[in-house]
């Protein structure tokens, strides 16, 4: 540590003449010492007040340079001396020298401005904000042929590009081009797989989605899968999945799909549809996911069913209703819930049997397969008569809805279950399906649903209670009393929140109610004519005339 004093002393004297001899002996020294023991030599660097003559020092046309970023760097493994590095302002003068020819100086300069930033967003951020991201791009474009330099800018990237505020920076270079031209030269796993760890990120933007596909990414992924699928060393697997996990996550973006989807007859659509009949479970899940994003608006949807794909997914659910993979079952399942969005789709894949291959998953304990399993019934029998009838009269079906009504732990599924009770109701306008609803239970979820903070659910609810209440009043009766139905109707008609179709199919529910004499009485008792008659001043029309019409109800049966 003596000789080390000694140098740190000589170069604050030497400093001043970056070119002589002794800066560069002194250097040396300082190099020597943090390689055997780097901490205690950063703290004598640090005490010794060093670090604020090591800008002057970072000249471009110095031969000191490589030394000074390499001193640098390994001084800033520290996490201690990294906010000294900042405060001594070495971030600027080590940014300038990324302008360098010299691949030595730039190495070294890399690993110090990515030591002095590890695991630090305001400082990454600062960098983005200087703009290191073009001139990092422009160097991998150069020195592509350099393995240290490559793996640097790789690093860099991967940590740049977590941040949101490098997207639109990267999207303005040749990142894409640059990192898919690295990957087509590289044979190492370790290499491709720091390419994919870069990647991965920069494909949450949609226009580097783009330029991606159009750098010609999807053809080296295909590749990927080509090589990896039937392999079984670890490294097969992991590239398999980080290529097909890559090729979904492209297809997020609307453009960037519809340009691999190519009106249903590209060659990587195609590829892709081959995937799901496979035995391999992760290019399963990648080819119903890649479906679930294909599926995205209507035009794709019709051409996906117009040409038998609901057939192929069917087979995959049924291979997995065993098997249980659940991811896989999520995935098909979101393909199917998309594929029925359009209605020209519904009738076609009902007659199919997916209905039937859905409800086979209904004794499943997984919250995502039951959320996605509600999701695509409820999008089937949408406007159809026929198959709401059919699911509503399935006591086993309603059964697991009133369940699932109660699963308070998943919000998602007791929303949906919810919604698919109201929806078979509401599209089948069935006697038998409101008495299978009353018998299993159901009615006091429909009226808790009309209490949403929604107010579609909130609709959808008063829609089929007013159903329940003109089909079969009797038999829901005592159901209505139990659960308070009254007292909701008279706060949602009291409440100025309440949304006018709210108000509007409450007051029609208060009149199908007047039928009944216990809840005739209730709704007396609640003094409804004061709440009604104000209502006949709404700015709605429809609101106004049904407030008039419900008075005239209220007065006469008074």
């Not at 990414?217 to 670890?234: A, I, K, P, S």
Request: glycine share 6%; hydrophobic share 45%.
């Amino acid at each position: 540590m003596d000789n080390l004093s000694d140098a740190l002393a000589k170069l604050k004297l030497a400093s001043t003449d970056s070119a002589s001899d002794s800066v560069e002996s002194c250097l040396d020294c300082l190099l020597k010492a943090l390689v055997n023991n780097n901490t205690e030599a950063s703290l004598k660097i640090q005490e010794m007040g060093v670090l604020p003559l090591l800008p002057t020092l970072l000249n471009p046309q110095s031969s000191c340079s490589p030394k000074v970023a390499n001193i640098i760097a390994e001084v800033a493994k520290n996490e201690f001396m990294r906010s000294s590095c900042v405060e001594a302002g070495l971030i600027p003068p080590l940014i300038q020298l990324l302008n360098s020819s010299d691949q030595e100086v730039l190495l070294q300069t890399g690993r110090a401005l990515g030591n002095i930033c590890y695991d630090s967003h305001s400082l990454q951020g600062q960098l983005i904000s200087m703009g290191v991201i073009p001139t990092l791009v422009k160097l991998l474009g150069i020195h592509s042929h350099n393995a240290a330099l490559t793996e640097m800018c790789l690093i860099a990237f991967g940590n740049l590009a977590e941040l949101e505020s490098s997207k639109d920076q990267f999207a303005s270079t040749d990142i894409a081009e640059e990192l898919v031209r690295l990957f087509q030269n590289q044979v190492e796993h370790e290499k491709k797989e720091m390419i994919f760890e870069v990647l991965a990120p920069l494909a949450e933007n949609d226009v580097i989605k783009l330029q991606m596909v159009e750098a010609g990414l999807v053809e080296c992924l295909l590749e990927v899968v080509g090589q990896t699928v039937d392999g079984e060393r670890e490294e097969d697997v992991a590239q398999l999945k980080a290529a097909s996990d890559l090729m979904v996550l492209l297809l997020l973006g609307d453009e960037s799909m519809q340009k691999l989807f190519e009106g249903g007859k590209g060659s990587v659509f195609q590829r892709v549809l081959s995937w799901i009949p496979s035995h391999n479970h992760q290019l399963q899940l990648a080819g119903a996911l890649a479906i679930a994003n294909f599926a995205r608006n209507d035009g794709n949807c019709i051409h996906m069913v117009d040409t038998g794909i609901v057939q192929n997914l069917l087979e995959l659910l049924d291979r997995h209703v065993d098997e249980g993979n659940v991811t896989v079952q999520h995935a098909a399942l979101s393909a199917l819930r998309n594929l029925a969005i359009p209605v020209v789709n519904k009738s076609k894949m009902l007659s199919a049997g997916v209905a039937d291959v859905v409800l086979k998953f209904l004794q499943s304990e997984m919250p995502p397969v039951q959320f996605k399993l509600l999701g695509t019934l409820r999008m089937l029998i949408d406007t159809q008569v026929e198959a709401a009838d059919q699911l509503g009269t399935n006591g086993k079906l309603v059964e697991r809805l009133v369940e699932w009504c109660e699963a308070k732990d998943h919000a998602g599924v007791m929303g949906e279950s919810n919604r698919l009770l109201s929806a078979l109701i509401r599209h089948s306008k069935s006697k038998e399906v409101v008495r299978t609803v009353i018998q299993g239970g159901g009615v006091k979820h429909l009226v808790t649903m009309a209490t949403s903070e929604h107010v579609i659910m909130q609709n959808e609810a008063l829609v089929a209670l007013g159903l329940v209440a003109a089909l079969d009043l009797a038999a829901a009766e005592k159901d209505f009393v139990a659960a308070n139905l009254v007292g909701v109707l008279h706060k949602l008609l009291s409440d100025e929140r309440s949304a006018p179709e709210i108000k509007y199919n409450s007051m029609i529910l208060i009149c199908a109610l007047m039928g009944s004499e216990p809840l005739h009485k209730e709704v007396q008792s609640r003094a409804f004519i004061d709440v009604v008659s104000k209502l006949r001043a709404h700015e709605n029309k429809s609101v106004s005339h049904q407030a008039s019409l419900t008075e005239q109800r209220l007065t006469a049966q008074s």
